[in-house]
């Protein structure tokens, strides 16, 4: 693959709309010796090959469209602050120091309550501005990519804070001089649910980020304080895990590995027929694999079972936007209504609205919104017709007796499906905890 193929990717994974995955950005300069950085590009994203000049020619462009972008943001040194100790080869800061507090507060970079440190670091030493690179994204962090050893610790260290105690608002309706661009006209009535009114999607845009500016990560992400649910069905008519994990496309992974492991041949069979017209049928290993059952069990079993594929949401974050709903705790768990629904392991909270905020749906993305989001990820974004009154930044703004009528998470693998007996089987395959309704 040459650079600008997987430069493409990177825009992609980082596209307009997704949050940014500083992880794998990070990666384009990880030490190769100490890291399988082609393997990780591989894998992430699901490409055939990249050899490492691809990923240094990434870097180096990468660096470069950098530093001519924050040339006259910056000076020639700049302040950052970092939530917890520098790790790895590359190290993210921020030029915020709120975002690095709410991050200690929360949990979110690290344990609770690790204090941030303030550094200063050269602007020639950054190697990636997030914000510069993808400036329209639904994530304000003032996030930079440096090495650890590019960073002059400061004098003095700031004492943790919690978000709690920084924010007056408890809704995005009590932030002052909110800069949001003009709300489109909107039939009051009437809210949109796909990825077409492209004229809506500034707007729509703007209050999602707002929220992420302003919320306190602390509260949503902490599974003491809210419930976070997924009722299957609850948007869309699908309520069986079948109709959120296809098999065709596991399947067609476990095919996949197990051809690379030399577990089946893909030798297509040849027609020796006298037919004018000779044709090659496919292979007697892909054919049994979908039509006998006992010959595809014992692939499975070869391979690893489903656990040694990566399906996004079981074994691997879904970079797709998913939509929930809260429950203020304390609240059991088994005591929700009785219908089909997960919860989850690993989550991150990118929107709360007390009541249904008109999120696009999944269901209604087309093949080139599928494609045009492939590597972020679907986004979920607030209607235009959203009331900042209902959208809820901490505790203060929650009714703790009632339920947070849309939260939307991304980045989430399921931890427990509650869900009817004919799912059971299912579940169990794919290595999550299943609870049967009664």
């Not at 709309?17 to 890291?35: F, I, K, N, R, T």
């Not at 656990?307 to 809260?326: A, Q």
């Not at 930044?393 to 998470?409: A, F, N, R, T």
Request: hydrophobic share 35%.
């Amino acid at each position: 693959m040459r650079f600008m193929q997987l430069r493409h990717w990177l825009a992609k994974m980082i596209a307009e709309d997704g949050c940014c995955q500083s992880e794998a950005v990070s990666y384009l300069w990880a030490d190769p010796d100490q890291e399988d950085v082609l393997d990780y590009f591989v894998t992430y994203f699901d490409l055939d090959t990249v050899r490492l000049d691809d990923v240094q020619a990434a870097a180096d462009e990468m660096y470069q469209q950098t530093q001519a972008a924050i040339a006259s943001d910056f000076p020639e040194e700049i302040q950052v602050w970092r939530c917890g100790d520098l790790v790895g080869d590359v190290t993210s800061v921020t030029t915020d120091k709120n975002v690095a507090i709410r991050g200690c507060a929360s949990g979110y970079y690290g344990n609770v309550g690790a204090t941030v440190g303030a550094y200063t670091v050269k602007r020639s030493d950054v190697l990636a501005s997030i914000e510069h690179l993808w400036p329209a994204g639904d994530f304000v962090e003032g996030e930079l990519l440096v090495r650890p050893n590019a960073l002059r610790p400061m004098k003095e260290s700031l004492l943790r804070e919690y978000i709690r105690g920084l924010l007056a608002e408890a809704v995005l309706a009590d932030v002052p001089d909110l800069d949001l661009p003009e709300r489109p006209d909107t039939d009051p009535r009437r809210r949109s649910f796909d990825y077409s009114r492209k004229e809506h999607t500034p707007y729509r845009r703007a209050i999602k980020k707002a929220w992420n500016k302003y919320a306190d990560r602390s509260y949503w992400q902490d599974p003491n304080e809210i419930l976070v649910v997924h009722w299957l069905g609850k948007w869309s008519e699908k309520d069986s895990l079948h109709d959120y994990f296809a098999f065709d496309k596991i399947d067609k992974m476990i095919w996949e590995k197990a051809l690379k492991a030399g577990v089946v041949s893909d030798e297509p069979q040849v027609d020796d027929s006298d037919d004018p017209s000779p044709y090659d049928e496919p292979s007697a290993d892909w054919l049994s694999f979908y039509d006998d059952k006992d010959f595809y069990d014992s692939v499975v079993k070869q391979v690893g079972g489903f656990s040694s594929v990566k399906i996004p949401g079981i074994n691997v974050p879904s970079r797709d936007e998913l939509s929930c709903v809260g429950y203020p705790q304390p609240v059991d768990a088994n005591e929700l209504p009785r219908r089909p629904h997960f919860t989850f392991k690993k989550y991150r909270v990118t929107f709360a609205s007390a009541e249904d905020a008109g999120t696009e749906r999944l269901s209604r993305a087309s093949p080139a919104d599928k494609k045009r989001h492939a590597g972020s990820g679907l986004p979920k974004r607030p209607a235009t017709n959203i009331e900042l009154e209902k959208l809820p930044l901490d505790k203060g703004g929650v009714d703790v007796k009632s339920v947070v009528g849309e939260i939307v998470i991304d980045n989430w693998i399921i931890d427990t499906f509650y869900g009817y007996k004919s799912d059971r089987a299912f579940a169990e395959r794919l290595g999550i905890k299943f609870v049967s309704l009664k």
